[in-house]
């Protein structure tokens, strides 16, 4: 569970977590599905998920609250065995974000250097690919990318997430934004900005 590169909850996804016990009864290891969940969020006990055999439970964070506790009690039939245990979220570290990548024709996407402020123009042109990170997984594909360059707005030549940029001579800069914005759940948005400089 501690893995950091594990899929993070944020605000308004739908988040399930799954309960893996080992409860033993007189040597022997109790079967999952002969075992009682009792799920609990924020210390109110949830019906409808709770029950014989219910080792997952889903839930869906409401909007503007942030923190949350879902614990579960497992116990065994005869509630001769019982374990509880919890675990805490706070949905406002983990707020969408945009990272910017440079994509060559040959390499592919430097993943492994993100750009961050600002970056040089090396050759004719740049291409640069935004990956949104902690929006809704299940809403990926209906994100909206607004791109600008110096405050107006420009279209991708490929993907939605992807443009190519091209110096025309002489030196200077341009300022290139990005916001992405979930039309599905409205509070996962992000804006990103990268000062490109080009000439000598």
């Known amino acids: 569970f501690w893995y950091k590169g594990k899929a993070l909850p944020v605000e308004e996804s739908s988040i399930k977590i799954t309960a893996v016990p080992f409860l033993f009864s007189k040597g022997v290891k109790i079967k999952s599905s002969n075992l009682i969940y009792e799920w609990y969020v924020n210390f109110e006990k949830d019906i409808n998920m709770s029950g014989a055999g219910k080792n997952s439970f889903v ?17 065994s039939l005869d509630s001769s065995v019982v374990f509880e245990k919890g675990i805490t979220f706070d949905l406002e570290k983990n707020a969408p974000k945009i990272i910017f990548y440079e994509n060559r024709p040959i390499e592919g996407v430097l993943y492994n250097n993100a750009l961050n402020g600002e970056t040089q123009l090396n050759g004719g042109e740049i291409s640069v690919k935004a990956e949104p990170y902690f929006f809704s997984k299940r809403n990926m594909g209906s994100l909206k990318y607004e791109w600008t360059m110096n405050g107006e707005g420009i279209s991708p030549d490929e993907a939605p997430n992807i443009v190519t940029l091209r110096a025309e001579g002489g030196s200077g800069s341009a300022n290139i934004g990005l916001k992405i914005n ?10 990103k900005f990268l000062q490109i400089n080009y000439g000598q």
């Open 182 to 191: 979930n039309p599905i759940n409205i509070l996962q948005f992000a804006e």
């Open 59 to 75: 839930f869906n964070p409401q909007i503007y609250e942030t923190e949350y506790t879902v614990s579960v009690k497992v116990s």
